[in-house]
């Protein structure tokens, strides 16, 4: 499984939405919050992009050389649409500067230190070491998974709900998988989660035999395991 930091990490790295909490700011509006762009560097820190005129920044630099606490909260949110859609949320916090220089007129790049972060998704809560952050690995079907997920469900469908062949004595005490519609909720370099939908409602992981590296492999792992549930 994906260790605690690869996956705060990957969230970090996502399309997910992200807003900063910083202490004083409670007027200010969720959309005024969110960074436009967010990366992490090569010590671990996080590079957030905000409008000059956001209040992230103003404060940022109102701050100066104080340090001003900050948590940068990302909710992962299925791309399938599917009961209890919330898969996950990472929380980093650490404290906030201005880096002028790094970004286009009328922008304004902040740089979180990251103190310690937290993970809430579907493996669990753990937390998560700033040394620990800044050496995972991001998993490399992130920028791809929302697309294969909505290929899965829309294309393949079918071969998803079969599935529920594979998962032996488990379907029958769950009261038969293959009377409950499968949606297929998260994919890693690991494997495949699907959602069987019905009452009750569950989940169940397939593995890859192997890790994947990319779509292409991923298309191999994919042609195994369809090909293992439909024997």
Known sequence: MPSAAERTRTLVQSTCSAVVLIPGLDGARPDQL???????????????????????????????????????????????????????????????????????????????????????????????????????????LVTHEADLLQHLHSAHGEQVQELCGLLGDRADRAGGANRQRAVPLALDRFGLRVRFVGEPCFDARFEFPDPVRDVTELRRAMHTLFGAASH
């Open 34 to 140: 969110a960074p436009r762009a967010r990366v992490v560097g090569q010590d671990g820190e996080v590079f957030l992009l905000f409008p000059a005129d956001s209040p992230a920044v103003r404060a940022a630099t109102h701050a100066q050389d104080d340090e001003l606490s900050a948590v940068l909260e990302i909710t992962d949110v299925a791309p399938v649409s599917v009961p209890h859609r919330i898969r996950g949320r990472a929380w980093v916090s650490g404290w906030l500067t201005c880096v002028p220089g790094l970004a286009e007129p009328g922008s304004m790049m902040l740089r979180l230190e990251v103190g310690e972060a937290c993970v809430d998704d579907l493996w669990g809560a753990e937390s998560v070491e700033p040394e620990e952050f800044a050496q995972a690995s991001v998993d490399p």
